[in-house]
């Protein structure tokens, strides 16, 4: 067994600025600290994360974020054995703040530096405090991703499926704001869901039953959009919970699927499901997901909430299974905007072209 490996994580590729310590002894990972400076008040009164404003912001936070980060975890820098941090997908001006930072103090320091993707990070997240062994499914969802992923180790994987338009996160937000309520939407729209009734209303279910493991969320987010624009207060809460109840199906349908390919591939030693990012932490949606895993004879495991949303934790954890490994990088390596898990399937099978959600898938 190699020695206990100390990564420092930086995460700045949307709208937190994050820095973590992350101790991995004996294959087992210990956070010494993960401190998260959210900048949604910032972002709140547009709706939205307005990219100027992020990079701004991120700069003028990642220095204290890292000292606290270090202070927390009790650590001197000479502690360290390498530095690790997102170099994309995501919003670029951001990702180069923390990218940035990372190669200075690997620099100074003398220290190996690893450019962690973003989607990486959240594929290990579950790893922080379950025991997840390779290989497993993965369900990435969050507000720029959705994708089916066979993960057979750090640096290999496999896509099954992607959204063909918009991010399950992105549904959840752009509804939630329909229905007025305040971002970012999934927390708000989850909350309202709970008096809500989700029969009363019949939205529309893209590609459920349909071959392949794509998804679809336009359909609804317009269906949803146009039923909020004039609704009874009252019936608020029942929309809110038919618009989880046809995310969770959808998410559903096209996990089934993904685990008899999957399945096809690993058999019995893949049979873990695991489901990470943002919209991870929607209580709905894990229970029918988990109630999917069990159906099919998967063991089912999800991060805790403070690490299915962006966290640095899990960029200092990629970042520890990189270096075990040898995968370092270089302090020229240039942040990327774009930058699929599997660079195979998205050159061979690209599901669309530019535009927003194309920013970070
Ligand atoms: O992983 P994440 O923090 O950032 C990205 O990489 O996108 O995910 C943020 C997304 C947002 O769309 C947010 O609305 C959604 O995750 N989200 C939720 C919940 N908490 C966060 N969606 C539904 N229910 C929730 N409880
Ligand atoms: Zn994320």
Redesign the pocket.
């Known amino acids: 067994m190699p020695g206990p490996l100390t990564i420092l994580g930086l995460e700045t590729?949307?709208d937190?600025t994050a820095a973590a310590v992350v101790r991995v002894q004996d294959g087992r990972p210990q956070v010494l600290a993960s401190v998260v400076a959210s900048q949604v008040a910032e972002h709140a009164p547009y709706g939205g994360v307005v990219p100027e404003i992020a990079a701004r912001s991120h700069v003028e936070a990642i220095d204290q974020v890292i000292v606290r980060a270090m202070d927390k975890a009790g650590l001197s820098y000479g502690a360290l054995s390498g530095v690790a941090a997102t170099a994309g997908p995501?919003l670029i001006g951001g990702v180069m703040v923390g990218l940035s930072a990372a190669k200075g103090l690997a620099l100074a320091l003398g220290l190996p530096l690893m450019a962690v993707n973003?989607l990486e990070g959240?594929a290990v997240s579950v790893r922080l405090t379950e025991n997840a062994p390779y290989p497993f499914l993965l369900l990435l969802?969050?507000?720029?991703?959705c994708q089916l992923l066979s993960v057979a180790g750090v640096g290999r994987y496999q896509r099954l499926g992607t959204t063909i338009d918009d991010?399950?996160?992105?549904a959840?937000?752009k509804i939630?704001s329909a229905l007025g309520l305040p971002y970012?939407?999934?927390?708000a729209?989850?909350a309202l869901a709970r008096s809500g009734d989700g029969a009363r209303f019949s939205l529309p279910r893209a590609l459920v039953g349909r071959e392949g493991c794509d998804f679809s969320f336009s359909g609804l987010k317009t269906a949803a959009s146009r039923l909020a624009a004039d609704l009874e207060s009252e019936a608020r809460p029942h929309l809110a919970a038919a618009v989880?109840a046809a995310i969770a199906e959808q998410l559903a349908d096209r996990s089934a699927r993904a685990m008899t390919v999957h399945d096809a591939r690993y058999g019995q030693a893949g049979r873990l499901f695991v489901v990470a990012?943002?919209?991870a932490?929607?209580?709905a949606?894990k229970l029918r997901l988990k109630s999917l895993a069990l159906e099919r004879g998967f063991e089912f495991a999800a991060p805790p909430l403070a690490y299915?949303?962006?966290n640095a934790a899990m960029i200092a954890l990629a970042g520890a299974e990189r270096l075990a490994v040898g995968l370092t990088d270089p302090l020229t390596f240039a942040a990327r905007p774009r930058w699929p898990l599997d660079e195979t399937a998205a050159r061979e099978r690209p599901v669309h072209g530019g535009g927003r959600k194309g920013a970070?898938a």
């Open positions: 590729s949307c937190e995501g973003h959240h969802v969050s507000g720029g991703h991010a399950a996160g992105e959840f937000d939630a970012p939407g999934g927390p729209l989850e989880q990012g943002g919209v932490a929607n209580g949606v299915c949303t962006d970070k």
